[in-house]
């Protein structure tokens, strides 16, 4: 069974400070790995994801993951915070390039603090 | 904007009552997932379907079904309803399988109050 778990439900940074927002999944398999975005009052807009190759993936709005596999990581980074990234973000992994099942994280809540 | 439709956008109705969700993928995309939101177990996977055969089951009550349509709008069908069923249900879609890209598109969601 695969499944992601995200560290801290709710993290706040300052506006142009670094945000971090911790991912470490459990496959069997080489897993993909994906970041949703939840803005308020929308559905989830896929921010990047890993499938193979290059382990540093960068992503929409200056956003970007590295895959880790000795650490069953793919932790999300942005280096400056902007007041627009205040939202929900989620974690998940797939065994199948073809989204079968994709699991999902509970989600870590990201607010900017001005 | 995604391109997938959901209505309606909200939905209060009362416990036993049946209700059903409506879903219209992105134009060309074969794939409908249907996922639950809820605040004590997170966004769960419910069941897809692709080019209206059902092609993957997650933690679908069998209170709950779901179809989809030749023209590939997806339905979702809750019946019994129970307050723990209110949450926020979401369509995503996706292209054809085999040449995925590993992208779900997602709708605004269906919210549904049971009282």
């Known amino acids: 069974a695969q499944s992601v778990t995200q560290l801290g439900s709710h993290v706040s940074v300052s506006e142009g400070a670094l945000v971090l927002l911790r991912c470490n999944y459990s496959?069997?398999?080489?897993?993909?790995l994906f970041w949703y975005v939840q803005y308020p009052n929308q559905g989830l807009q896929l921010l990047l994801k890993y499938t193979t190759g290059a382990t540093l993936v960068k992503g929409i709005n200056g956003f970007e993951a590295e895959f880790k596999k000795s650490e069953t990581s793919f932790h999300l980074t942005k280096p400056s915070a902007h007041m627009s990234d205040a939202a929900e973000y989620f974690c998940?992994?797939?065994?199948?390039?073809?989204?079968?099942?994709?699991?999902f994280g509970t989600g870590t809540r990201l607010t900017i603090i001005p | 904007d995604s391109g997938v439709t959901q209505t309606p956008k909200h939905l209060i109705t009362a416990t036993g009552q049946r209700v059903t969700l409506r879903c219209s993928p992105r134009?060309?995309?074969?794939?409908v997932y249907w996922y639950q939101q809820s605040l004590d177990q997170g966004l769960q996977f419910l069941i897809q379907y692709y080019n209206g055969e059902e092609r993957a089951k997650g933690n679908i009550l069998e209170r709950f079904s779901a179809q989809q349509f030749p023209d590939l709008h997806s339905e979702l069908n809750l019946s019994s309803l129970e307050l723990g069923d209110s949450a926020l249900y979401f369509c995503a879609s996706s292209v054809d399988l085999d040449l995925g890209t590993g992208e779900l598109f997602f709708g605004e969601g269906s919210r549904l109050t049971v009282l």
């Open positions: 998940a992994v797939s065994q199948n390039f073809g989204n079968e099942k994709l699991t």
């Open positions: 134009s060309g995309d074969l794939s």
């Open positions: 496959s069997s398999v080489p897993p993909y």
